[in-house]
T-cell receptor, first 114, second 118 residues
């Protein structure tokens, strides 16, 4: 089985632009979560989607949004980029989205905002 | 509120020696506890988890962790370290009471860099 796939792998944007990141979960997995990883703040939860519905959301501004499609693929969007949005964005999937399940992570999208 | 602490930024051990990476947590209800490992330029890989039952949990690559409720700790251990174990290790916790039915808000520690020297 293919693992979690995130595209693109690297992205460079300028302040004020918007960006869309893509995540394809493991086949059959229904839950997709997004995390932001930075050297200063570590790993922080952005949101979780299950069956095309956002179930949980972390403490991020409304500039950060996402969606999930009927095939469980997910996208996250960041509008009006700020320098502080530079980070590794990780997508993770799980089979049934239960809280005790392990997460399978993708390799991430490294976003640099100039 | 949920929180997790990894008190050591870096742990250095010699190959063949036992290793311990420390983790303490705080939740309101019962904890679901996880350890993940991250290699350079890669995503996180699952090592092991504690949900309920036996306090000693065995995981991938010879790692194990002991859940201690009274000390609110979940330290990661391995009897004999390998150079290939060198990586960044993350402890994570989720409050089962709050997020019983979903993957919401897994709280990660800051990470501990493990360096194993030959």
């Amino acid at each position: 089985k293919a693992g979690v796939t995130q595209t693109p792998r690297y992205l460079i944007k300028t302040r004020g632009q918007q960006v869309t990141l893509s995540c394809s979960p493991i086949s059959g997995h229904r839950s997709v979560s997004w995390y932001q990883q930075t050297p200063g703040q570590g790993l922080q939860f952005l949101f979780e989607y299950f069956s095309e519905t956002q179930r949980n959301k972390g403490n991020f501004p409304g500039r950060f949004s996402g969606r999930q499609f009927s095939n469980s693929r997910s996208e996250m969007n960041v509008s009006t980029l700020e320098l502080g949005d530079s980070a590794l964005y990780l997508c993770a999937s799980s089979l049934e989205g239960q809280s005790f399940e392990k997460l399978f992570f993708g390799s991430g999208t490294q976003l640099s905002v100039l | 509120a949920q929180s997790v602490a990894q008190p050591e930024d870096q742990v250095n051990v010699a190959e063949g020696n036992p290793l311990t990476v420390k983790c303490t947590y705080s939740v309101s209800g019962n904890p679901y506890l996880f350890w993940y490992v991250q290699y350079p330029n890669r995503g996180l890989q699952f090592l092991l988890k504690y949900i309920t039952g036996d306090n000693l949990v065995k995981g991938s690559y010879g790692f194990e962790a002991e859940f201690n409720k009274s000390q609110t700790s979940f330290h990661l251990k391995k009897p004999s370290a390998l150079v290939s174990d060198s990586a960044l290790y993350f402890c994570a916790v989720r409050d089962a009471l709050i997020y019983g039915g979903s993957q919401g808000n897994l709280i990660f520690g800051k990470g501990t860099k493990l360096s194993v020297k030959p």
